[in-house]
């Protein structure tokens, strides 16, 4: 079961370390998921950023890669093998030291991924899979252990070296030093060899990505293999014996293996990699082997018929010249190769498609900003474009000429049925609401519609009239009164005074007076104080 390419086991684990606050270990179990593609790249960079950092520490960052190269899953294996390897090419130094120096290396000679070939794996998707690719893990991971020994016994990563016939390390080495050198160099070289996959056998991205790797490391240890061999021929002339012979079996082994590079570029081209990027392998004259033969010869007392003739030793010249003239040229060729990024890149993707891709992407989206940058234009599309945008659509014709709303201006008129449809008990301190309906007014009215209306609402305000701050007389108030009468208030609490003894009721403000305060009291006798 799997959740968006990952497994609930990598998501398990990967939370484990987040809660654990383990972030390499999580870098770690990120980049060799159980999802059967190669290590992402946001993933394989950071680990190689933390390779740069000083408080990282490289012996756990490497120990963690081990561990996960344990697993029982190929695909687990396999990606903790190639995440190890692109920290080898692209990461700090010291981390090539470390595995180097130490003695944990990668147990893999008897790996075999049993979990899909138990219980009918062999049949379902993917099953036969890992069992063909164990083969291909067991001779990755021995290249590997094979390029930390070849850093142990010479301190330098042939890959990072300089080549080249003016700066190169191997051009430029003595010959004794070389005869050591070598043999090194072709140890690593056997190993990377014996790889041995064929077009059919890339079927995913995980042997894919592998492929990619060592064909990066391939094109620079034979760089390296070729000016050393260089650098050989120039000097064998003037070799002892011992040192000749060693030098004519490392001349033999060296065209042995420059065969088994041919077929390993024929493998890169089929699998898509263009033939302009392949460098050409440009062979020496079979005749150089012959006079090497005849001069190691003469060296060791053998006779040979005119081996110590002038003519003799001028052939010999020509063949070495013309043999350093072509192994020369492939050595360009390979140091050419070498020194592009092309194939640098971790997600395999070519460069020239990538912005093939972009110039696609690019156009497509100008076609786009030309459909929509005149969107208010005449015709179908404009229309059309005013009907989904708000923002481009215009307000309606009878909206046009409506009044923005005031909140502190004058009330607009309700409608009649609103209005005769109000009672006075809705609002018991006849405060009224200015505010209401007054969105559901028109702009029609003018001046005097908005009078009619303010005295429409202020003749039902009781506080209007009674406050002594209006016009308008306390009589007519008290008729358009429906909050409180007499009669209401006599069927409520019954009549107890007689109607004609006005004397001795309460005094009443009869609206006369020019103040509302100014009401007639009653003294303790009854009469009306005056």
Known sequence: MTMAGQTINDRLLAARHSLAGQGLAKSVCKATTEECIGPKKKHLDYLVHCTNEPNVSIPHLANLLIERSQNANWVVVYKSLITTHHLMAYGNERFMQYLASSNSTFNLSSFLDKGTVQDGGMGVPGGRMGYDMSPFIRRYAKY??????????????????????????????N?????????????QLDALLEFDCQSND????????????????????????????????????DMNKKHARDALDL???????????????????NVGIDKGDIPDLTKAPSSLLDALEQHLATLEGRKVSAANTPTQSSSHQRNVKSAVTALSSTSSAFGTAAASSKFDTTNGIDEQLKAQVLAEEEAAMNQYKSKVSSPTSSGAGGASAALTNPFLSSPPAAQAGQPIVDLFGAASAQPAAAAAATKASDDLLQLGNPFADMFDASGGGGAAAAGATGAALNANNLWMHNNGFNGASVSSAAATNAFVSDSNFSSVFGNTEPAGNAGDGPAKYDGAGSSPFDWGATDDDGGAAQ
Do not use: H
């Open 202 to 237: 890339l079927s995913n991205g995980v042997i894919n990505m592998s492929f990619m790797l060592l064909f990066r490391d391939l094109i620079r240890l034979f760089a390296c293999y070729n000016d050393g061999i260089i650098n050989l021929l120039e000097k064998y002339f």
């Open 251 to 269: 001349y033999k082994k060296f065209l042995v293996r420059m065969d088994r590079v041919g077929e390993f570029l024929k493998v890169a081209e």
């Open 175 to 187: 010959a004794e030093k070389l005869l050591k050198t070598l043999p090194v160099l072709q140890a």
């Open 144 to 173: 590997l252990n094979e390029k930390s020994l070849s850093y142990r016994a010479m301190a330098f990563d042939f890959c990072k070296v300089k080549r080249g016939k003016e700066e190169g390390s191997l051009r430029s080495m």
